[in-house]
């Protein structure tokens, strides 16, 4: 059986559980790169661009097909396979459920992105590569599962005694196998870009512009993604974390919320010229606290019941208290927050 993320699959080389990966990934890519796009168009602080400011406009227009297409087709694929009973020999007209697949949207503005940011600077043969090999999944799987759709949406499969039901699975499931390597591929290779990008804002935020809100959030935001990197393991009754590693991820991520509030608190006039920073500090606050569930689960050891793995194949997996679905959960309400900050009138503090 081939696997199967969700729409939102990996960090790893491969999603270990339908509710975990991609989201994490696609949600702080998005952050990083308009943080450097945000200093290409002129920056905070000026200057002319740097090859960061150039990567993080290459980086874009994929990170615009991983939120975009590549989130729908791998959706798509997910509802597909859900409710046929076996994988390999497609539908058997025979189940009790049949859900079709979704309609997948235009792909064009993502397949000319890509192509657009093939000519851009810095050359990166690997991420082009990945990105070509990407495109050209979606070119094949975007017609063959609209037509998918179609047929299941229309219930032909009624007339035709489910004839060309049969006839497009093995042609469905060949597509999303090389979808799913291509879609693993690019978010592997995007987000390792990114994560090094981050790295380096952060510094040049400190050079610039010293310790300010800007660093705050964007050191909160590295460390949010380790955390649930850490987090991303095979879920058992045992719960395979490595705790020794974990625990102290916690505690460095509970220390930097904390000095992001008292910066805050002691910089008014800053705090109250960016939009909506109580809130991503409020947000912060609920992903320490998922953060430590996960990490009191572990140390308790409190095994996952029966229940709760019924609830990670079945959805929502987030409901389970202590899991890394929550905690991914709440990483990415704290990734939409952090993307709605505007520093539109922002006056930086001095060092």
């Known amino acids: 059986m081939p696997v199967r993320s969700n729409t939102r699959s990996l960090v790893a080389l491969m999603c270990l559980l339908p509710a975990l990966g991609c989201d994490k990934i696609i949600a702080l890519i998005n952050e990083g790169a308009q943080a450097a796009s945000s200093e290409a168009a002129g920056g905070l602080t000026g200057g002319p661009k740097t090859d960061d400011d150039r990567l993080g406009e290459k980086l874009q227009a994929y990170i ?3 939120n975009g297409p590549a989130t729908n087709i791998a959706d ?3 509802r597909y396979f859900d409710w ?6 497609g539908p058997s007209g025979k189940e009790t459920s049949i859900y079709g697949l979704y309609e997948i949207r235009d792909t064009k503005p993502c397949l000319d992105g890509i192509a657009k940011a093939a000519e851009l600077d810095p ?3 690997e991420l082009e590569a990945a990105a070509k090999a990407f495109a050209d999944a979606v070119t094949t799987a975007a017609p063959l599962m609209n037509d998918a759709y179609k047929y299941y949406d229309e219930k032909n499969y009624a007339d035709d005694k489910w004839a060309k039901g049969k006839e497009l699975h093995p042609k469905l499931l060949a597509a999303e196998e090389a979808f799913t390597k291509a879609n693993v591929t690019i978010r592997t290779v995007v987000g390792a870009r990114n994560d090094a990008l981050q790295e380096r804002d952060l510094g040049r935020i400190e050079a610039e512009m010293g310790k300010n809100l800007m660093w705050h959030q964007k050191k909160l935001m590295i460390l949010a993604k380790k955390l649930v990197d850490a987090a991303d393991v095979e879920i058992t009754p ?10 102290p991820m916690v505690d460095e991520f509970d220390k930097a919320v904390a000095a992001a509030d008292e910066y805050a608190k002691a910089h008014k006039e ?11 500090l409020s947000d912060a606050e609920e992903y320490k606290k998922a953060a430590k569930e996960v990490l009191r689960r572990k140390r308790d050891n409190k095994a996952f019941s029966k229940d709760d793995l019924e609830r990670f194949a079945t959805g929502p997996a987030e409901w389970v208290e202590g ?3 929550k905690l991914l959960s709440e990483f990415n309400e704290l990734v939409s927050r952090s993307n709605s900050l505007s520093y539109a009138f922002y006056k930086p503090a001095g060092k």
């Open 84 to 89: 046929i009973d076996d994988d390999k020999a």
């Open 76 to 78: 798509s694929f997910k």
């Open 64 to 66: 615009d097909c991983i």
């Open 270 to 280: 800053e705090f109250d010229s960016v939009t909506m920073y109580s809130s991503f």
């Open 238 to 247: 045992e719960f395979k974390l490595d705790l020794a590693k974990f625990e």
């Open 323 to 325: 899991s890394p679905a």
């Open 123 to 125: 050359d990166d043969t």
